[in-house]
């Protein structure tokens, strides 16, 4: 792979290359149009598919339902249960996919005459996935049917109390499975071992997963005539609720899921969902929301609930008609938020400190008795972030049971891996995906899994780190860096995990002025030969040898500067400024 400006060492030690074969965007010499073909071939699009990824429509890549297994086992089932009025049951995650998976079910089966009610176990006292206890509750309380959306795909003692309960059970899901599934009337999901073409999808988020699952239903009330006299439901407006998501589970913005998310937030522009509206006003976007506000301002707002507060308060913002309710729910989960900030502060620091002495291990697994369980997942990804490596965070309670929360990073499987120790008898739970696991596991257990995680990912983690490498898409000189580009390079998103933002390299530059702002921000006003300057900020740098290096810079020396390009409407007028990722020295 062509490196960039033969940069084979850059100030945080890795080479620059170029993304994708045969990219070159060397000096920017593309107009606009052809800048959004070379992203978008750059990210695997062949040349002859540009057209249809550069805007993407559900149309052009939803897949025919009926592809997944038990797909129509389970809208047949539905379906009967619309036509008979039965008592349904929507059984979700308390993470974001969990929420917006139940709530699109429980609104279009609300548009199509039913009173279906949403069930969200806590965190705490009942953990996730659903439990035989809660599934034999609900069916003691009337429910003929339960749909769990976001779990399931593991839970084999649960499922076998809800069929001795006689209720019936339809699994909607993504995460791992096992050759061995679970007793459900339906199990849908697109990681099945056992599926054929639906595991082309298999980067579907829950939401995803349900979306389909409800243009399936609509299908079949649509054939045996249902909607003669009815209005069918518009399943396209709740697309707001699969983006959001999608997004906010990390999944990979390729083929449908660009669609969804692309789609989805031209809906979220038209402010339909009276809940999101209100999230929207209590995380002060003034603005339609972007890609990248779903994964940062809204998607974490919807997790406090779950992770520090109520666990529905998510499923209720997004299903409530009331807009008081849903102000009210906005403005208490964004009080969540903070508070979900501070405790997240505190675990990340101790976990830091925990991580230092495992340099050696492939992956890093850290405890500690009284963690907040419901920050474990963020911490992981700090942790994974910070080391470059997979990273599983363990919260001990009081009676020696933990609760972990693993991230991985790309090349390095991390759900089979927890699904192969659970199989060891390392857990007492456990599964996830490629990027991201939870687990539940015995105190005594934990340094036996560490050694069993080192001894079956070393080679992975190795080989993945030795891959790593700074992709780039162009090279610009600073007076390059403008709104124009900005504008630009946004036309071949949204972007997000699987389809990055495009990261490109200005320079040469001097460093004209540069401090510590915030949490150990780096702030810097750069200036090129051209004589046109450049705003910009290293997060989180100001203790490593990037943000050292911008701040001991003198004026006498040149670096080319490489990260994201933005847009800063702080001033009277939009200028862009680049979030930086690293630099290298143009002066050697």
Known sequence: MTSVLNVTHSILGQPWRWRGSGTDGRDAHFQPDDLVAGLLMARGVPRDAVEAHRTPTIRGFMPDPSIFRDMDRAAE??????????????FGDYDVDGATSAALLIRLLRDLGLGPQAYIPDRLMEGYGPS????????????????????????????????AAKVDVIVVDHHKCAAALPPALALVNPNRLDEDEGAAHGHLAAVGVAFLLGAALLRVLRARG????RA???????????????????AALKGLNRAFVAQGLKVMAGRRNIGLVALTEAARLERAPTCTDLGFALGPRINAGGRVGKSDLGVRLLTTTDPDEAREIAIELDRLNGERRAIEMLVTETAEAAAVGQANRAVAVVSGHGWHPGVIGIVASRLKERMGRPAIVIAVDEDGVGKGSGRSISGVDLGAAVLAAKDMGLLVAGGGHAMA??????????????????DRLAADVARARDDRALLLDAVLAPGGINPALVDALEAGGPYGAGWPAPRV????????????????????????????????????????????????????????????????????????????????WADR
Not at 80 to 87: Q, S, T, Y
Not at 226 to 229: C, I, L, M, P, T
Not at 232 to 250: M, Q, R, S
Request: aromatic content about 4%.
């Open 77 to 90: 089932r539905l379906a009967d249960a619309v036509m008979a009025g039965e008592p349904v049951t929507i």
């Open 132 to 163: 035989g206890e809660a599934l034999v509750r609900i069916a003691a309380g009337g429910a003929r049917l339960i749909v769990t959306v976001d779990c399931g795909a593991q839970a084999f003692e649960a499922l076998e109390m809800a069929r």
């Open 226 to 229: 249902w909607f003669a006299n």
């Open 232 to 250: 069918e439901p518009k399943l396209i407006e709740l697309l707001d609720l699969v983006a959001l998501g999608t997004v906010a589970d990390v």
């Open 437 to 454: 696991a939870g687990l539940t596991i015995d105190a005594a257990k934990i340094d036996a899994l560490a050694e069993f995680l080192d």
């Open 505 to 584: 390299v200005a320079g040469p530059v001097r460093v004209i002025k540069a401090d510590i702002v915030g949490q150990g921000h780096v702030r810097a006003i750069v200036a090129g030969d051209d004589g046109r300057s450049i705003k910009t900020i290293a997060f989180r740098q100001a203790d490593t040898e990037l943000g050292q290096a911008l701040l001991g810079a003198g004026p006498d020396r040149r670096l080319w500067v490489a990260g994201r390009a933005r847009i800063d409407d702080w001033g009277s007028r939009p200028a862009a400024e680049m979030h930086l990722e690293d630099a290298a």
